[in-house]
Structure formats: C-alpha cells, structure tokens
T-cell receptor, first 114, second 114 residues
Framework: DTGVSQDPRHKITKRGQNVTFRCDPI?????LYWYRQTLGQGPEFLTY????????KSRLLSDRFSAERPKGSFSTLEIQRTEQGDSAMYLC????????????FGPGTRLTVT | GDSVTQMEGPVTLSEEAFLTINCTYT??????LFWYVQYPGEGLQLLLK?????DKGSNKGFEATYRKETTSFHLEKGSVQVSDSAVYFC?????????????FGTGTKLQVIP
C-alpha cells in the first residue's frame, strides 16, 4: 500500500510536554498538508509544503507549533508545551501541484493532552 | 473569506432510500468543489469533484452538480446502502495566488439502517 501514513496513530501526553508527529506522503506527491480536526468539525488547515519549502501557515498555527519537511519527503509536526486545547486529530494529506483539491489523507494522529 | 455550509446531521435513512446532503458555499472567483467521505476508522477520501459551473461529479452512485447561480453542490444518491454509512464533507478549493486553499465544511454523518 503506497498511501499516506502517519505515526503514531494515538498519543497521550501530559500538559507541558512536547510531542512530534510524522507523516509519510505518497512518494510522487510534491505537496504536503497538515490539518487539525476536532469532534464534529471539518479539517482546519494548519500549513503546507511544496517540496521542502513551507509556503503557507495558518494563523491557527501558534509559535508552539512547528513543521518541517527537510528533504521534500516525510514531514514532522512538533507541538511544544502542549495545552489541553491541543487535543485533536492531526491529519496529513498530500497532492500533486495543480491538483490541490484532490488530496490524499492519512489516517491521522489522535492527540490527547491530560 | 471562503466558507462551506453543510446540513447538520446525523442523517438516518433506511437502506435503498434516496439521499440528499445539502452544501452551499461562499467564495471569491470560481472555486472547484469536492465531496470527501470518511468511513469509520479510516482517513478522508475524495468521493467526487466538479471544477466549473454546471459540471456534474459522480462516483460510486453518488452525484453532485456545481450550481453557480445558487452557490450549491448538493450530494445525492438514488439508493443508499448500509456500507454508505460515513461522514461526508463538502469542500472548496479557491483563493488567490499560487496556492489554492481547500476549505472544508463541518461534515454530515450518514447512518443507513437495514
């Protein structure tokens, strides 16, 4: 299976701890996106990369959040000093340039901050 | 800014019933429109799309027509099955510049009972 994968699938952490999530996109896709989804809501855009360049960040992405895609392949999303309000499903998606609406999503990482 | 409004769920139907899930949008310019589906325990999947006015997207028996005059993209299926039980998200791709941001609705949960 060559779909989008995310690791871990679930993460429970205590408030104030740092967490890091990984996303492996479909190999030929040059765009990678991070979203956050809370219960009863649709995905909210956080940031996106084209190859290794981070081209846009949402105002939702506070300075505690950082994302990287160092070699234009996998990406990591780090949340520092986690807060209970960070509890959500974090989704990764990928696409080809020119087909942004046709995104392929991973299964998500569910973060619970206690 | 761009926005998508979906009918609230959950929607509960008997097998073989007709399905309509309403979606309206607000956007500048001429967005592309999408329906995504999220089956229980799985990631979001693109169901169908339409890129210009009067286009009809279709897949797996589902259809939606891009209606510019009513800014709508309602999802329909003539005869639903239990396996269609999922959460359905309407989305649009719009915005200015090189990156076409995708905006999702809040999702509509469909439950089909035998």
């Amino acid at each position: 299976d060559t779909g989008v994968s995310q690791d871990p699938r679930h993460k429970i952490t205590k408030r104030g701890q740092n967490v890091t999530f990984r996303c492996d996109p479909i190999s030929e896709h040059n765009r990678l996106y991070w979203y956050r989804q809370t219960l009863g809501q649709g995905p909210e855009f956080l940031t996106y990369f084209q190859n290794e360049a981070q081209l846009e960040k949402s105002r939702l992405l506070s300075d505690r959040f950082s994302a990287e895609r160092p070699k234009g392949s996998f990406s990591t999303l780090e949340i520092q000093r986690t807060e209970q309000g960070d509890s959500a499903m974090y989704l990764c998606a990928s696409s080809l340039v020119g087909t942004s609406g046709e995104q392929y999503f991973g299964p998500g990482t569910r973060l619970t901050v206690t | 800014g761009d926005s998508v409004t979906q009918m609230e769920g959950p929607v509960t139907l008997s097998e073989e019933a007709f399905l309509t899930i309403n979606c309206t949008y607000t956007a500048t310019g001429y967005p592309s429109l999408f329906w995504y589906v999220q089956y229980p325990g799985e990631g979001l999947q693109l169901l169908l799309k339409a890129t210009k006015a009067d286009d009809k997207g279709s897949n797996k028996g589902f259809e939606a027509t891009y209606r510019k005059e009513t800014t709508s993209f309602h999802l329909e299926k003539g005869s639903v099955q239990v396996s269609d039980s999922a959460v359905y998200f309407c989305a649009l791709e719009g915005g200015k510049g090189g990156y076409q941001k995708v905006t999702f609705g809040t999702g509509t949960k469909l439950q089909v009972i035998p």
